[in-house]
């Protein structure tokens, strides 16, 4: 009987995966440098197929020559055929993406702006959560077919946060006035066991019924404890708003004027409101407003 060697399983020290990590970050970092010039070869391996202004044009993307958040050189009839072109798709993203973190490198040193060409995301945030969100091109064109830029701000609802607390106060005397409908002797009944064996936890209906009354009962009392204590947006979430204007404010004089007039159209399962600022034929500027309640 042959009998086959178990595989030697590779094992490294703490060190040496450390070295192991650095060296795949160095080889993602050189992608990242290279990707423009990337860009740039598979732009001339298309020179037969592509006009001379085409090709022109898609290198000016890739050189930053041209900013497509607010370029308006070609219809949006004309670019939705564009944009059936994987690499013209890669050019906008990889313009947008640069262009867009430039801007936010230079706001305020508080943001912290994260993202990158090859993952094809981009947010800026602070050490209390999302300021900003940008969503690109998908590398299908049957999903999304429009970038996206978001700006998100706290906002607090005097009359929405009293409502909310008349609710919970309602809701908690409910559940508390419920009676337990199981007969508490089942709970006398003598626990099984296996023969020879350890005992059998056993899951009461009675039990059950009040390890969830007494559940949802300190929910609401957390949820009302919560709203209680606070009749503001906390320092943390005001510092927030404060880089997020600044974020607003230079995107609205590159890219203005937004529009705050229209109407906000809530999400109550994501707790936030949205409205569309401004667009144009590449790009969606809305406003994000962030309710905790």
């Known amino acids: ?30 992608k990242i440098e290279m990707y423009p010039q990337t860009l740039l070869e598979q732009i001339k391996e298309y020179k037969k197929i592509y006009s001379k202004e085409f090709k022109e044009y898609l290198e000016a993307l890739v050189n930053l020559d041209i900013d497509i958040l607010k370029d308006n050189t070609y219809s949006k009839e004309q670019l939705e055929l564009l944009k059936q072109n994987l690499l013209f798709r890669k050019i906008i993203n990889y313009n947008a993406l640069t262009v867009t973190k430039n801007l936010l490198s230079n706001i305020d040193n508080n943001i912290i702006a994260v993202g990158n060409c090859l993952l094809g995301d981009l947010y800026a945030k602070d050490e209390n959560g999302k300021l900003f969100d940008m969503r690109f091109l998908s590398e299908f064109p049957e999903y999304r077919k429009e970038i996206s830029i978001a700006f998100f701000e706290n906002e607090d609802e005097p009359e929405r946060r009293k409502n909310k607390i008349e609710e919970l106060y309602k809701k908690f005397d409910e559940e508390d006035k419920l009676k337990n409908p199981y007969d508490p002797r089942e709970c006398r009944q003598p626990r099984k066991r296996k023969i020879g064996g350890p005992r059998i936890p056993v899951i009461y209906p009675h039990d059950e019924w009040e390890k969830e009354h007494q559940s949802r009962l300190e929910e609401y009392d957390r949820q009302l404890r919560n709203l209680e204590s606070t009749e503001d947006l906390t320092k943390e979430q005001k510092n927030s708003n404060k880089l997020s204007k600044k974020i607003y404010k230079v995107f609205e004089d590159t890219y203005g004027p937004f529009d705050d007039s229209n109407e906000i159209e809530r999400k109550n399962h994501e707790g936030i409101g949205i409205k569309l600022v401004k667009s144009n034929n590449n790009v969606k500027f809305i406003k994000k407003i962030k309710y905790y309640y």
Do not use: F, G, V
């Open 1 to 30: 009987m042959i009998i086959a060697e178990k595989p030697k399983i590779e094992m490294h020290t703490a060190e040496e995966w450390k070295k192991i990590q650095q060296q795949r970050e160095e080889i993602y970092k050189k």
